[in-house]
């Protein structure tokens, strides 16, 4: 069971919970593995976005994975936060529901991956966030960062948030590829050469790791970790 995060929407929490996926499938029946979106906003966009294609996190991993039971427990219409969303639909998100939910499938599943939305600071509702999600779920966390300029201070807010939380955060991951889409390094953040913006990205995830003391890891190694332990 794993709870995945990033410092941001849009990092790429999708792609690597269907990467988590097809690693812990090396290892168990893809039978008993699920994967869990408690909250989902922003289901029906088309109307916001005009023709660029939209799907909803668990519909992204339906295609991907389409052998993998997929679940959701809340399900709203504007992409926005939950809270937001949510009141937009006269609904108030229940932690409680999410963890009955979560129960539940901890019955037919060894290993669910629980993807969270946007940020661990993110409110559900008047009083909650989504770190609080991951609390109430007793699930060791990952955190996806993005190789931008600015990535330590948000990747550091993020853990001291985490920690103020008291998570277990398990692991970082870089989210240097997503899909077949690479993330463009900002302006500010190139140099006279390749090798010496590798560089200055090596001394940003060196700096991350000194000041929080979690480690930048792969799929496979976070995968290994959870299954060791």
């Known amino acids: 069971m794993i ?3 990033a410092t941001d929407t849009g990092v790429g929490k999708t792609f690597f919970s269907q990467k988590i996926i097809e690693a812990v499938a090396q290892i168990i029946d893809r039978r008993y593995i699920a994967y869990y979106k408690p909250i989902q906003c922003g289901k029906d966009a088309k109307e916001l976005f005009g023709n660029i294609f939209y799907e909803a996190d ?3 991993i339906e295609r991907a994975c ?4 997929t679940y ?6 504007f992409p926005a936060s939950p809270d937001y969303a949510s009141s937009l639909e006269n609904v108030t998100v229940d932690i ?3 963890v009955l939910d979560f129960e539940k499938l901890k019955l037919d599943y060894k290993f669910i991956v629980v993807e969270g939305a946007g940020g661990l600071a993110v409110p559900i509702n008047s ?6 999600v991951a609390k109430a779920l007793n699930l060791a966390t990952v955190l996806i960062t993005k190789p931008v300029l600015g990535t330590i201070n948000q990747t550091l807010l993020s853990i001291e948030h985490a920690k103020a939380k008291g998570l277990n955060i398990q692991a970082l991951i870089l989210a240097e590829v997503c899909g077949n889409v690479e993330f463009e390094i900002q302006q500010d953040f190139h140099r006279t050469s390749k090798a010496m913006e590798a560089a200055q990205l090596e001394a940003s995830l060196n700096s991350i790791e000194r000041f929080s003391g979690i480690k930048f890891r792969t799929v496979a190694e976070v995968v290994q970790a959870r299954f060791i332990s």
């Not at 959701?72 to 219409?77: A, K, N, P, S, W």
């Not at 009083?127 to 609080?132: P, V």
């Open 58 to 60: 668990y519909q992204c």
């Open 3 to 5: 709870f995945i995060t």
């Open 66 to 69: 389409p052998d993998i039971d």
């Open 96 to 98: 409680n529901k999410i």
């Open 127 to 132: 009083t909650e966030m989504i770190s609080d």
């Open 72 to 77: 959701c427990t809340y399900e709203f219409d």
